[in-house]
């Protein structure tokens, strides 16, 4: 029996042991399927704000697409083009002398109240450490020292070539670091983690300093302080956004003109030029590229040495060409103007001509723009023949006219002129702006407009030619803050964390030895993210892409209301799914998974039919004063606010934040006119009349824009966060007393949202 | 011929699901993902497959000479066929909470994570350490530090 006992014993322990083992399959299986769903909510809100991001970029080609059209097409002496032409224009002031002059600060007097930072010059580590540290305390340096420290910057940029060399000798670990897009954050966290730069800690930052975030003239102050005290172990690369016209559209302006309002418009001038005197690339023993965007197939890094960088000021306007019999060509910009053949084609918004297909501007990229820039007869026949060539999207018929015309019109140019200013135009443009792409090959960059998509076979024969091992850029965002492609060889950094919404991603600097190897660092600035579980922060950018989402939904209402109705036909005011997610990709030429996302932005079905009115209704917008402007009126303006303040931006030509009552007209005949649409005179009066609160016959730009927020009455946003106080209060009481409240709000937030009732919810919803 | 109808759209409406689950893992827009993210794929459209149910469809999917990626025109046949079989189905909360009971070997009505770790990471399926972290943070209750898994089912 004593047998018996150990076979049965050994029967129900077997038992247990199978029964404990498949439990846990069931629960390994179940929670991998929670986990799945999860990871696809992350992807897709990623895929959100990736595409409106596209897509916003993608206006603002457009945008300067038409203006360029405008300034092919009408009178020089036109108001409407002349509202925007100075931004074509050379920055006037271009000797030397005029500048040192324009820099002056020595009459700016500092008054004894100012308690921030007084610099002295030569600047030293310790200045530059105090720097830091005041604007971590939200100080704000006196607009005397930002000019002359601009000033003492652009002398040593001047100098600098366009390739930085650097050494890893002495063994130094080089730190390098990717976008940081004005998130003063991230810049001292990465400080924090890996110490300040100094001749023990030499640094390379890639680019894109400035824009969205909402320091970016702190940025910049930091990484200029730092080259000037450590110019041999700071190197600062050139991005795409240190362009004034980008900078326009993207924040940064604004910025610089409402911290410094009796001096921003000086400083955003010599920010100008300094920009376009920032270096190219950097190289790391001859072995690693730094870059910002990226390569082309036809990069060439001896090319890149020889051309004069500060030239090229601003990617939307390319330089001038220099030929040998033409230095005065360009002195009086009137009658050059006239030299242009278009008298065929001359028109103004008063009497305007047919504008010809909208394709023709809109699909071209920022090449072809530069033939809307005013040249003499012979370089535009040149130049569009060249352009012919090369480019992939197919001119319009009214290009090739002109250009016709042009050729039979032209006389012979006797002079000789060289490919050289377009080729290196281009050369730059790909260091800045172009993205890997994983198939083999090189094509343009038609999503961003310029640069190119390149293949791992051109990383292969780039690398090869230049004797190099590895190209590291920026440009993108990376979820996880880095990312190799190309088999390695091409590694992306982005140093901007939680870039689209908290939580949505890491940034990451790398550090490189003597042996070439990189060792990366991660992190996330805002402490809220401390303590949020994987779900919690997946739930949170969701909400805020859906949010996102939901505008675009609005903004295209009226457009969604025909397309629906086409659909039901018998006006039942319902519609299925399938139809649902049709009509919305034809209208919104959004490329998302909308049946994916359907449970997101639609809160009910009735026997899996929507009813649309209903649904509509949940998407509000909160309406400017004026009650008596229509629906699709306002619709149209706040689905293309960014491209109207963008404008008028433009039109505030002393940058002064206000434009007059006349401006503000022309500027909304200027976009009726891009748009294709009515915006008539009646409405631009309600307008002006709403928003005047001045009442001094000037028009606050930011005021206006103020106007366009969409109040989100959808049921599906459920409770505020939390973690939502002014985000300013909570980081400086963070600096304070960092742990102790970084654990008050990690125990508070945690007792109001057990992280059980997540997955509460999950079987819920099984 | 009704009934045609609707066989019909049902199987356009699973089809265009399916094909609206793959885009989402589509990065480069070529209707081919990594094979890696299959088994997500997968359970995204509703099922739950184990591990071992993958290994095996993921060997149907992928081609003669494996390129670590999977095309659409292999994974649409195979994944409407799961998904009209209705193959892989949820795991109803009854079992699930005996499952958790089974665990519970001493029935205090909760799991210490300590538990809960030795049994997912060295039993059945075993998970890797990141996946048990992830679970953890969404399911250990922070005051008492254990799982209170009753409380996941009503």
Not at chain 1, 131 to 156: D, G, I, M, P
Not at chain 1, 189 to 208: A, H, Q, T
Not at chain 2, 68 to 86: Q, S
Request: hydrophobic share 35%; charged share 25%; aromatic share 12%.
């Amino acid at each position: 029996s004593k047998k018996c006992y150990k076979l049965l014993h050994h029967f129900f322990f077997h038992r247990v042991l199978l029964k404990a083992m498949k439990a846990a399959v069931l629960i390994q299986r179940w929670y991998r399927q929670y986990a799945a769903r999860m990871e696809v909510r992350r992807r897709y809100t990623w895929n959100i704000f990736q595409s409106m991001e596209y897509a916003d970029l993608q206006d603002q080609i457009k945008l300067y697409n038409f203006l360029g059209y405008l300034m092919d097409n009408f009178t020089p002496s036109s108001t409407e083009r002349n509202l925007i032409s100075h931004i074509f224009r050379e920055n006037e002031v271009c000797r030397d002398a005029e500048w040192e002059r324009y820099f002056s600060y020595n009459n700016i007097t500092v008054p004894d109240i100012y308690s921030g930072p007084r610099l002295t010059f030569p600047l030293d580590m310790d200045q530059a450490a105090h720097l830091v540290e005041a604007f971590k305390n939200k100080q704000q340096l006196h607009s005397r020292y930002v000019l002359q420290l601009l000033l003492e910057t652009w002398k040593l940029l001047r100098v600098l070539p366009n390739i930085n060399r650097v050494s890893t000798c002495h063994s130094k670990e080089i730190t390098i670091c990717g976008d940081l897009h004005g998130q003063l954050e991230d810049l001292l966290l990465i400080f924090y983690k890996n110490g300040m730069p100094s001749l023990e800690k030499p640094y390379v930052f890639n680019g894109d300093y400035v824009d969205r975030g909402k320091d970016s003239i702190e940025i910049l102050l930091i990484l200029f302080a730092f080259l000037l005290v450590f110019p041999g172990d700071v190197y600062l690369n050139r991005g795409n956004h240190e362009d004034h016209i980008i900078n326009l559209r993207y924040g940064f302006t604004k910025e610089v003109l409402n911290k410094y309002k009796l001096h921003g418009k000086r400083i955003l001038k010599l920010l100008q030029k300094i920009f376009s005197w920032l270096p190219l690339v950097t190289v790391i023993d001859q072995r690693v590229l730094i870059v910002h965007g990226g390569i082309s197939d036809t990069t060439d890094l001896a090319l890149i040495a020889r051309v004069d960088r500060h030239r090229y000021v601003s990617a939307l306007r390319p330089p001038k060409k220099k030929t040998p019999s033409r230095t005065n060509v360009y002195a009086d910009s009137e009658r050059y103007d006239e030299m242009i053949i278009c008298k065929n084609r001359r028109g103004s918004l008063t009497f305007p001509k047919p504008f010809g297909a909208r394709e023709s501007f809109q699909r071209r990229s920022l090449q072809d723009f530069s033939s809307t820039v005013a040249r003499t007869l012979g370089e535009e026949f040149e130049v569009r023949r060249r352009q012919a060539e090369f480019s992939l999207s197919s001119f319009s018929k009214s290009h090739r006219i002109l250009s016709s015309a042009l050729s039979s019109d032209s006389e012979p140019e006797s002079s000789e002129f060289t490919d050289t200013g377009n080729d290196e135009w281009k050369q730059i443009l790909d260091l800045l702006w172009s993205d890997p792409m994983s198939h083999d090959g090189c094509i343009p960059n038609e999503v961003r407009g310029g640069g190119c998509y390149w293949g791992p076979d051109v990383t292969e024969g780039f690398l090869n030619r230049h004797n190099l091992q590895l190209i590291i850029r920026s440009h993108e965002c990376k979820q996880d803050g880095y990312e190799f492609c190309h088999n390695r060889k091409v590694l992306t950094l982005f140093s901007a964390s939680n870039y689209y919404e908290v939580g949505s991603n890491r940034g990451a600097f790398v550090r490189l030895g003597p042996d070439l190897v990189p060792y990366f660092v991660q992190y996330q600035a805002t402490s809220m993210t401390r303590g949020l579980s994987f779900p919690q922060n997946v739930k949170r950018t969701e909400h805020t892409a859906l949010k996102v989402l939901r505008e675009q939904l609005f903004v295209h209402k009226s457009d969604l209301l025909s397309a629906f109705q086409e659909i039901d036909k018998e006006n039942t005011g319902l519609i299925c799914l399938n139809d649902w997610a049709s009509a919305i990709e034809r209208v919104l030429h959004l490329d998302l998974p909308w049946r994916v996302l359907h449970p997101q932005l639609v809160s009910s079905t009735t026997d899996g039919k929507l009813d649309y009115h209903g649904w509509f209704r949940d998407l509000a917008l909160k309406k400017p004063s004026s009650e008596h402007i229509e629906q699709t009126m306002l619709e149209t303006l706040y689905r293309h606010r960014s491209t109207l303040e963008t404008i008028f931006r433009i039109v505030d030509t002393d940058n002064s934040g206000l434009i007059t009552f006349e401006d503000f007209r022309q500027t909304l005949k200027l976009l009726s006119a891009y748009l294709k649409m009515e915006i008539s005179d009646e409405v631009i009066n309600e307008l002006v009349i709403s928003t005047d609160t001045n009442n001094d016959g000037s028009i606050d730009i930011d005021e206006f824009m103020e106007a366009f927020r969409l109040v989100d009455k959808s049921r599906l946003e459920r409770g505020k966060s939390l973690l939502k106080p002014a985000t300013d209060t909570f980081l400086s009481i963070h600096t304070l007393i960092e742990l102790a409240f970084g654990f008050f709000f990690f125990f508070f937030f945690l007792k109001k949202h057990s992280f059980k009732f997540s997955l509460f919810l999950e079987l819920k919803q099984q | 011929m009704a009934d045609k109808y609707s066989a019909d759209t049902i199987i356009t409406e699973t089809q265009k699901r399916i094909s609206n689950a793959f885009d989402v893992f589509d990065h480069e827009s070529n209707k081919t993902v990594d094979v890696r993210e299959i088994g997500t794929i997968i359970r995204s459209l509703g099922c739950f497959p184990s591990e071992a149910d993958l290994h095996d469809i993921i060997a149907e999917l992928e081609e003669e000479e494996p390129t670590g990626f999977v095309r659409y025109e292999k994974f649409l046949p195979t994944m409407t066929k799961i998904l009209l079989e209705r193959k892989f189905r949820p795991i109803t909360e009854d079992l699930l909470l005996q499952a958790f009971e089974v665990l519970d070997q001493q029935k205090k009505g909760h799991l210490e994570p300590e538990e809960l770790t030795k049994y997912l990471t060295q039993e059945g399926e075993p998970f890797t350490q990141e996946e048990m972290d992830e679970m953890l943070s969404a399911a250990v209750d922070p005051d008492k530090n254990v799982i209170l898994y009753k409380d996941f089912f009503h």
